[in-house]
T-cell receptor, first 114, second 117 residues
Framework: GDSVTQMEGPVTLSEEAFLTINCTYT??????LFWYVQYPGEGLQLLLK?????DKGSNKGFEATYRKETTSFHLEKGSVQVSDSAVYFC?????????????FGKGTKLSVIP | GAVVSQHPSRVICKSGTSVKIECRSL??????MFWYRQFPKQSLMLMAT?????????EQGVEKDKFLINHASLTLSTLTVTSAHPEDSSFYIC?????????????FGDGTRLSIL
């Protein structure tokens, strides 16, 4: 079945540091890929997405590129802020199955310190 | 944009109590809703898929009689944790699929923190 593997956390960075959170996937067909963010005590919010190979999703300074050859969708940000502290989830949706279910990675907790 | 409201946000109750959590789509009709349970260290587990007017589809290992799901209308799905025990304490999150929205497959509620004493 489909699966998502993302780097274990927690990740602690100083403000303005460069962020990379690795994400790789296993899926049949051509899934769509997503990054969700969860702030403390809240539900999940869509951060960015990509629907086909070589697409780049971007939002709020975060970027991720759909790499089919390496089955990866790594999240990057050039300069993190304290307000970016949250848990980040990589996910895929294989709508070919018709279910629209999301398969999530285990999440990576990011803490940004001033 | 599409909004999903989840209620209550937090509940604390005694062991043996049944607890109902509501998930509402406020400005769209959701034929499909999903229920997740989030464990410590943030792992998110899909519990079941709720389809309006039909029985929910439960994931393997989830007790149907323990976690009752009802999706009686196009804007409301409920999760009832029956005879809750301390091990049921967790963060429960619902989401709803917006039909025809290819940009965002699911919109999430803000979650319910359930604590069983």
């Amino acid at each position: 079945g489909d699966s998502v593997t993302q780097m274990e956390g927690p990740v602690t960075l100083s403000e303005e540091a460069f962020l990379t959170i690795n994400c790789t996937y296993t899926a049949t067909g051509y899934p769509s890929l997503f990054w969700y963010v969860q702030y403390p005590g809240e539900g999940l919010q869509l951060l960015l997405k990509a629907t086909k190979a070589d697409d780049k999703g971007s939002n709020k300074g975060f970027e991720a590129t759909y790499r089919k050859e390496t089955t990866s969708f790594h999240l990057e940000k050039g300069s993190v802020q304290v307000s970016d502290s949250a848990v980040y989830f990589c996910a895929l949706m294989n709508s070919g199955a018709g279910s629209y279910q999301l398969t999530f990675g285990k999440g990576t907790k990011l803490s940004v310190i001033p | 944009g599409a909004v999903v409201s989840q209620h209550p946000s937090r509940v604390i109750c005694k062991s043996g109590t049944s607890v109902k959590i509501e998930c509402r789509s406020l400005d769209f009709q959701a034929t499909t809703m999903f229920w997740y349970r989030q464990f410590p260290k943030q792992s998110l587990m899909l519990m079941a898929t709720s389809n309006e007017g039909s029985k929910a589809t439960y994931e393997q290992g989830v007790e149907k009689d323990k976690f009752l799901i009802n999706h009686a209308s196009l804007t409301l799905s409920t999760l009832t944790v029956t005879s809750a025990h301390p091990e049921d304490s967790s963060f429960y999150i619902c989401s709803a699929r917006v039909p025809g929205n290819s940009r965002q497959p699911q919109h999430f509620g803000d979650g319910t923190r359930l604590s069983i004493l």
